[in-house]
């Protein structure tokens, strides 16, 4: 029998899920859109979609806010995690006390600032905390531990962007329903969840002011200020990879004190009852924290970041790599010498794990989560001379734990940065190298417990790791997942985090100065918040100090790491601000 003569059998149709067949999706692909108009009134939704800040005081229907709050839980999410909470706040209490937080922070980071932005930030209204009805924040439950979740483990990161598509899912359908929605992130993210009561491992994403809208702003609020303006759109698609002539990166609007307030801090000084300048270097520095920090420093806190590093294979390192893990978990321990020298300071410690060969059990905090995750994601490290020292994806997520972990240090006012690595003076040469285009025999010395053979060994090292990186321009992120480790990105991203809260950065040696080197080159205006405490011995601290123009506070040839010269430097610079408080002031003669 042909194949003609046989019966014609029916296509099984299942009675749920997709009734489609391969035949009807060729024959139309496109018949799975919305009909024109559908279409033309979403983008028009997605067009008028608008930052609100002023709001009327009549209430939102419960049933409204139900059909908003079920679009938003429609919204994408990796491993459909679902990992958004919804707390809706009425209580006015509450609300008054969230708006205190965000205007306290909104004058904060507006003294960051140019003096043009800085006034711009200061009338950008936040009233709309206390005046929409409802304020409505969304929680990203994140205790899960990202290996758990199908797609974090490669993107620890993407619990925060389903929250985010959910927020965005959230603002159109307000938009459409006619209510008006305003995102609020000026706020210190463990201060708000202390208000609303998060547990550990539940963070913010910042405040949404929902109501009817007192206003109908025609394009986008910052936009229609000059704080920005939106981008061309052909600016920002690229067609299979990044283009080789590098875009320009998103504006950088943290700036150097103005110049008011650092005259107002030499003034100050020159008011004392003391010859200007008596105090030398100290002086510089003090003026330094009193332009940057006008409310002076509550204290402060050593910042230590740790990792292992294979390139230690060649032989470049006198110690075990094992000792990193020991100076960590003794850091915690709070008797490290790098901890002592915190505490004989007046000075908390965080401690960082940027990559360490596992250890004890360690009790984790978000950030200790953040930091795991990042390290998990990242990959094998490489040995600087075959392969780079970090993966793209772990330089960046590292970066971002840091600057995560240089805001939370910046309460106090003052942030010293120390390190522990077995052999990661190596990668400090070759990246002091890199940044400042000199060959290894200029940044390359002789390391705690190493001899003559051990130095060469670096050297050959360092400049094999430049011959492979090459000399064509990259960015600092570039030369830090090349050349670079786990604390060196840890640490940049310290720097960029502090100074974005306004606080003093006291660096300690070369490797500490290497990041922050690498910090300034991603943001200038880093530059006005750094302060040397101390030259090491390290050969190449010095030009990578000129590089930051700065000159240290001490000089005392210490090996030590772990941040204890710059501890050492705090201690100094505490007293010398008490010093300088007590003394006694003189009247002009005029």
Same mark, same amino acid.
Not at 442 to 455: H, I, K, N, P, Y
Not at 530 to 545: D, F, K, N, Y
């Given at each position: 029998?042909?194949?003609?003569?046989?019966?014609? #059998?029916?296509?099984?149709?299942? +009675?749920?899920?997709?009734?489609?067949?391969?035949?009807?999706?060729?024959?139309?692909?496109?018949?799975?859109?919305?009909?024109?108009? *559908?279409?033309?009134?979403?983008?028009?939704?997605?067009?008028?979609?608008?930052?609100?800040?002023?709001?009327?005081?009549?209430?939102?229907?419960?049933?409204?806010?139900?059909?908003?709050?079920?679009?938003?839980?429609?919204?994408?999410?990796?491993?459909? !995690?679902?990992? #958004?909470?919804?707390?809706?706040?009425?209580?006015?209490?509450?609300?008054?006390?969230?708006?205190?937080?965000?205007?306290?922070?909104?004058?904060?980071?507006?003294?960051?600032?140019?003096?043009?932005?800085?006034?711009?930030?200061?009338?950008?209204?936040?009233?709309?905390?206390?005046?929409?009805?409802?304020?409505?924040?969304?929680?990203?439950?994140?205790?899960?531990?990202?290996?758990?979740?199908?797609?974090?483990?490669?993107?620890?990161?993407?619990?925060?962007?389903?929250?985010?598509?959910?927020?965005?899912?959230? #603002?159109?359908?307000?938009?459409?329903?006619?209510?008006?929605?305003?995102?609020?992130?000026?706020?210190?993210?463990?201060?708000?969840?202390?208000?609303?009561?998060?547990?550990?491992?539940?963070?913010? +994403?910042? #405040?949404?002011?929902?109501?009817?809208?007192?206003?109908?702003?025609?394009?986008?609020?910052?936009?229609?200020?000059?704080?920005?303006?939106?981008?061309? +759109?052909?600016?920002?698609?690229?067609?299979?990879?990044?283009?080789? !002539?590098?875009?320009?990166?998103?504006?950088?609007?943290?700036?150097?004190?103005?110049?008011?307030?650092?005259?107002?801090?030499?003034?100050?000084?020159?008011?004392?009852?003391?010859?200007?300048?008596?105090?030398?270097?100290?002086?510089?520095?003090?003026?330094?924290?009193?332009?940057?920090?006008?409310?002076?420093?509550?204290?402060?806190?050593?910042?230590?970041?740790?990792?292992?590093?294979?390139?230690?294979?060649?032989?470049?390192?006198?110690?075990?790599?094992?000792?990193?893990?020991?100076?960590?978990?003794?850091?915690?321990?709070?008797?490290?010498?790098?901890?002592?020298?915190?505490?004989?300071?007046?000075?908390?410690?965080?401690?960082?794990?940027?990559?360490?060969?596992?250890?004890?059990?360690?009790?984790?905090?978000?950030?200790?989560?953040?930091?795991?995750?990042?390290?998990?994601?990242?990959?094998?490290?490489?040995?600087?001379?075959?392969?780079?020292?970090?993966?793209?994806? *772990?330089?960046?997520?590292?970066?971002?734990?840091?600057?995560?972990?240089?805001?939370?240090?910046?309460?106090?006012?003052?942030?010293?940065?120390?390190?522990?690595?077995?052999?990661?003076?190596?990668?400090?040469?070759?990246?002091?190298? *890199?940044?400042?285009?000199?060959?290894?025999?200029?940044?390359?010395?002789?390391?705690?417990?190493?001899?003559?053979?051990?130095?060469?060994?670096?050297?050959?090292?360092?400049?094999?790791?430049?011959?492979?990186?090459?000399?064509?321009?990259? !960015?600092?992120?570039?030369?830090?997942?090349?050349?670079?480790?786990?604390?060196?990105?840890?640490?940049?991203?310290?720097?960029?985090?502090?100074?974005?809260?306004?606080?003093?950065?006291?660096?300690?040696?070369?490797?500490?100065?290497?990041?922050?080197?690498?910090?300034?080159?991603?943001?200038?205006?880093?530059?006005?918040?750094?302060?040397?405490?101390?030259?090491?011995?390290?050969?190449?601290?010095?030009?990578?100090?000129?590089?930051?123009?700065?000159?240290?506070?001490?000089?005392?040839?210490?090996?030590?790491?772990?941040?204890?010269?710059?501890?050492?430097?705090?201690?100094?610079?505490?007293?010398?601000?008490?010093?300088?408080?007590?003394?006694?002031?003189?009247?002009?003669?005029?």
């Amino acid at each position: 029998m042909s194949r003609s003569d046989q019966k014609t #059998w029916n296509r099984p149709i299942p +009675l749920i899920g997709d009734t489609s067949a391969a035949v009807d999706r060729a024959a139309d692909p496109a018949a799975w859109a919305f009909d024109a108009p *559908a279409r033309e009134a979403f983008y028009a939704v997605a067009g008028a979609r608008r930052d609100i800040r002023r709001f009327r005081p009549d209430p939102v229907p419960e049933e409204t806010l139900r059909r908003i709050l079920a679009a938003a839980h429609t919204a994408p999410s990796v491993g459909h !995690s679902q990992p #958004w909470r919804f707390l809706i706040v009425r209580d006015p209490a509450l609300r008054d006390a969230a708006a205190l937080m965000a205007e306290r922070e909104k004058l904060a980071q507006a003294d960051l600032l140019g003096e043009e932005r800085g006034r711009r930030l200061r009338d950008l209204s936040l009233e709309g905390i206390r005046a929409a009805p409802l304020g409505v924040v969304v929680c990203c439950d994140r205790r899960t531990p990202a290996a758990g979740v199908l797609g974090r483990a490669t993107f620890p990161d993407a619990d925060l962007w389903s929250c985010a598509a959910a927020i965005q899912n959230l #603002w159109l359908a307000a938009r459409a329903e006619g209510l008006g929605l305003g995102w609020v992130t000026l706020f210190q993210p463990h201060e708000l969840g202390a208000l609303l009561g998060l547990p550990d491992g539940v963070t913010t +994403l910042g #405040w949404l002011c929902l109501g009817w809208p007192d206003e109908l702003p025609p394009s986008p609020g910052l936009e229609r200020r000059g704080w920005s303006h939106r981008l061309p +759109l052909d600016d920002i698609v690229f067609a299979d990879r990044w283009p080789e !002539s590098d875009p320009a990166s998103p504006p950088d609007h943290l700036a150097a004190p103005a110049p008011a307030a650092v005259v107002a801090a030499r003034d100050e000084a020159d008011d004392l009852l003391a010859v200007p300048g008596s105090l030398g270097v100290l002086d510089a520095a003090l003026d330094r924290i009193r332009a940057i920090r006008s409310d002076g420093l509550t204290g402060g806190r050593l910042v230590l970041a740790a990792a292992d590093h294979p390139v230690t294979r060649h032989g470049v390192s006198a110690f075990p790599a094992s000792v990193t893990r020991q100076i960590l978990d003794a850091t915690r321990a709070g008797v490290s010498q790098g901890a002592s020298a915190a505490r004989a300071a007046g000075l908390g410690v965080l401690a960082l794990d940027a990559g360490v060969l596992p250890g004890p059990p360690h009790a984790e905090s978000g950030l200790d989560r953040k930091l795991a995750d990042a390290v998990r994601a990242g990959g094998p490290r490489g040995d600087l001379v075959e392969t780079d020292a970090l993966t793209d994806v *772990a330089a960046r997520l590292l970066l971002e734990a840091g600057r995560v972990a240089g805001e939370q240090a910046a309460d106090g006012g003052l942030v010293v940065l120390g390190e522990a690595g077995i052999g990661n003076t190596t990668p400090a040469a070759a990246l002091a190298a *890199a940044f400042l285009g000199l060959p290894a025999e200029e940044t390359v010395g002789l390391g705690a417990g190493s001899d003559a053979a051990m130095v060469d060994r670096k050297r050959a090292v360092v400049a094999a790791a430049l011959a492979r990186v090459g000399d064509r321009d990259r !960015s600092p992120l570039e030369l830090l997942t090349a050349l670079g480790g786990g604390e060196f990105a840890v640490l940049t991203g310290v720097v960029l985090g502090a100074a974005s809260r306004g606080a003093a950065v006291v660096l300690d040696g070369l490797a500490t100065s290497v990041a922050a080197l690498a910090a300034v080159r991603m943001m200038p205006g880093v530059a006005a918040h750094l302060i040397a405490g101390q030259r090491s011995r390290e050969q190449g601290h010095p030009p990578v100090l000129r590089a930051l123009g700065l000159e240290p506070l001490l000089d005392l040839r210490l090996r030590a790491g772990e941040g204890v010269g710059g501890c050492f430097a705090a201690g100094m610079l505490l007293a010398a601000l008490r010093t300088r408080a007590g003394t006694a002031r003189t009247v002009r003669n005029l």
